[in-house]
């Protein structure tokens, strides 16, 4: 299979048998190919095998067009959006007849050619809008023209696309442990301790990897790209890249960017005036931190400001390729003064808390108008947490919370409402927690007091199992996800390892099963099942099941291992 550019396409079509075949993946051919500018120039063009950076400006498409020329090709497509959420679609056209005019004495005009294929209706392969990480994967593609779409609405931003056919290098991207979290293993009033599991690509692939740690103060990120992007304008878009593996020179041809000056002058950047498209100004400095410490997976993150939450997330590059692979991040906040300090509730918002081992917070709610009733919901992402909740120094409330739990008060004029959450001697306590005088519009979905999923053992097949949960009276998504575990994966391992507050958002695709919504007015009837095909005989397997509210929080219900039979 060949990748060709849209302009290099049109310009080879009538060639017929002498066409070139380029991009590939021969190092020496295809860095001799760039030297040669003026050919790359105003051309789409994906190389094989390579992962190429880009940028688009708001609201303004931006298409890649490649040939597969052989049936039954295998092909994949990775699109990496950066700093903004990316629409994108994967057509297929087929490809016209040959246009030599050997029988009519004269081509084809060139623009001719152009409109009638741009105008015909090609095959929409696949389509994603999101800022993740996400693949086309086909074993076998027919032969035709394919063209890659790509349009941000949010904003000008930038994204990196990898596309390969076989014979393709061994797993560009490095791949991630079975068990993918970054553990936060010690906290200190400036420091935090984090660690993780190596990536199989070194021990298992021999190819080199390094590790780089992001850190900031507003949320995790789904990629590295996505975390160079808040580094500056400059810092992520305007680095040269390396030939051979993220090339892409004509996209700076299209801005009027010199590929020889860039990184040079910086203070260009800011006047020049692109042939086309918007100005480019630059942004200002992110409080964001990017560290590169090799192939070690414990870290230490020194010099943070006390008493302040932190996101951490890790990232493992493939130094061979530049191409990286996103663990699932963590968050933490640092040890505050000797003095506690109380944090403000904010009516109707969703605070994050972390409780070190033994240790305690304290936050207070004021509601800012007279109320009738407080309603607390506390959802405890790992072990159990004590839950104590005062108003006016008189304790109303005292419990262990593990999972989510609502609790309602009765209310009082100007009254002030003090919780004190209390961790236990296991481990550090992670939170998610919302206090509110009108719970109709709270961001937490509805749930029943029964969180368990239910399988059924008779109606167990080789190939499939059959569980059940129960509902609200309120509308909600519910979503499933399967993982095949070892038959050694036990109750406590999995309560041990799973963080409830992740949603479904840190799962591969590939884990979803499917996602309805549910509910009945009559809580006796508020039950709903679903079969979960496509498993293997005698395997163990991982199900888990989220509701999703209105204002976009997922809680998980209690996961549930199940085993298919062996024997049918």
Known sequence: MVLLGWSVLWLLLPLGSRAQKLPTRDEELFQMQIRDKAFFHDSSVIPDGAEISSYLFRDTPKRYFFVVEEDNTPLSVTVTPCDAPLEWRLGLQELPEDG???????????????????????????SYKGNAVESFASSSSPAGLYQLELLSTEKDTHFKVYATT???????????????????????????????????TASLLNQPIQYCVVINKEHNFKSLCAAE???????????????????????????????DHLGKERSFLAKASPKLGRPVHPRPKADLQKV??????????????????????????????????????????TQGEAKQKTLELKDGKV????????????????????????????????????????????LLLSQNVEGIRQFQLRGKPKAKYLVRLKGNKKGAAVLKILATTRPGKQSFPSLPEDTRIKAFDRLRTCSSATV??????????????????????????????????????????????????????????????????????????????????????SVKYQSKVVKTRRLC
């Open 229 to 259: 992007a808040k580094l500056g304008a400059d810092d992520a878009f305007m680095m040269v890249p390396k030939p051979g593996l993220d090339f892409s020179p004509f996209d700076f041809a299209h801005f009027g960017f010199p590929p």
């Open 100 to 126: 030599s005019g050997q029988s009519s004495g004269d081509p084809e005009p060139l623009e001719q050619q152009r409109q009638q294929m741009t105008h015909e209706e090609g095959t929409e392969l696949f």
């Open 468 to 553: 059940a949960w129960l509902g609200t009276q309120e509308r909600n998504k519910f979503c499933i996800y399967r993982k095949e575990v070892d038959d050694s994966y036990s109750e406590d391992q999995k309560k041990r390892e799973q963080n409830q507050c992740l949603g479904p958002d840190t799962r591969p695709r590939s884990e979803k099963v499917l996602c309805k919504y549910f509910h009945s007015q009559n809580l006796q009837k508020a039950v709903t099942t679903e079969t979960v095909g496509g498993l293997r005989p005698g395997k163990s397997y991982l199900l888990d099941i989220y509701v999703i509210g209105h204002g976009g929080h």
């Open 351 to 394: 605070t994050d808390v972390f409780v070190k081992r033994k240790g305690a917070k304290l936050l207070r709610f004021a509601p800012v108008s007279s109320h009738q009733k407080v309603t607390f919901f506390i959802h405890s992402c790992l072990d159990a947490v004590q839950v104590q909740v005062r108003r006016d120094g008189k």
């Open 292 to 333: 590169c410490i090799g192939s070690k997976n414990i870290f230490t993150v020194s010099d943070l400001k006390p008493d302040t939450q932190h996101y951490f997330d890790v990232f493992v590059v493939n130094t061979n390729t530049n191409m990286s692979t996103a663990y699932v991040g963590t968050f933490a906040r």
């Open 166 to 200: 076989p014979p393709a290098p061994p797993q560009p991207y490095p791949e991630l442990p079975y068990d993918p979290r970054v553990d936060v293993t010690s906290l200190g009033r400036t420091t935090v301790t984090l660690a993780w599991k190596p990536s199989p």
